[in-house]
């Protein structure tokens, strides 16, 4: 087994992503899993590059904080994505066969008009069928909060990549010439 940190976070990030792969063909579907494996590659790529900067001491360099933030990015923007979708479609089309059919509880039609803006939020997302079951899944809202700001801490990576590109670009700057 080798014993350099980026062979251990090469191969720990690909057996992740086969047994994320594996898991999700089978419970979520194929589109699921593709977004999935897209997420667990950028945010491989970053940790990757994150552990090479450690060992070699180099984040002040502006390649580091580019993948840092590539990954970030990549990863917070698919993994909303997929969350969010999950929370919207969770009712489907007609919300009381939903409840009724697909979860086997009662359908409340008067609890729904009377909390119909619950539904119509874009955050926290809901779809009850009364006043005890949510069709959204729990896990759904606190994974967009995380993916948000892993996306936001992306952002800022790629923000500190830019600063220090300049920063390393600007050392003292030759007089210009005269033309004659």
């Not at 619950?118 to 606190?142: A, I, Q, T």
């Not at 600063?163 to 700057?173: E, H, L, Q």
Request: glycine residues 12%; contains cysteine; hydrophobic residues 50%.
């Amino acid at each position: 087994m080798p014993s350099r940190p980026e062979r251990l976070a090469h191969l720990g990030g690909l057996a992740m992503m086969c047994v994320a792969l594996f898991l999700l063909l089978g419970t979520a579907g194929t589109v699921v899993a593709v977004v999935v494996a897209m997420v667990c590659v950028g945010m491989f790529a970053g940790g990757r590059g994150a552990v090479r900067a450690v060992r070699e001491g180099a984040w002040a360099r502006p390649r580091t904080w580019l993948s840092l933030g590539v990954a970030g990015v990549s990863a917070g923007a698919a993994g909303f994505a997929v969350a969010y979708l999950t929370g919207v479609l969770s009712g489907g089309l007609d919300v009381g066969e939903a409840c009724v059919h697909g979860h086997g509880v009662r359908y409340d039609e008067a609890y729904r008009a009377a909390h119909a803006e619950e539904s119509d939020r874009w955050f926290p997302l809901s779809s009850k069928c009364n006043e005890g079951f949510d069709l959204v899944p729990s896990w759904v809202n606190p994974a967009i909060v995380f993916f948000v700001l892993l996306a936001a801490a992306g952002v800022l990576c790629l923000a500190v990549a830019v600063v220090t590109a300049v920063r390393r670009g600007s050392g003292p700057t030759p007089e210009p010439r005269s033309l004659r």
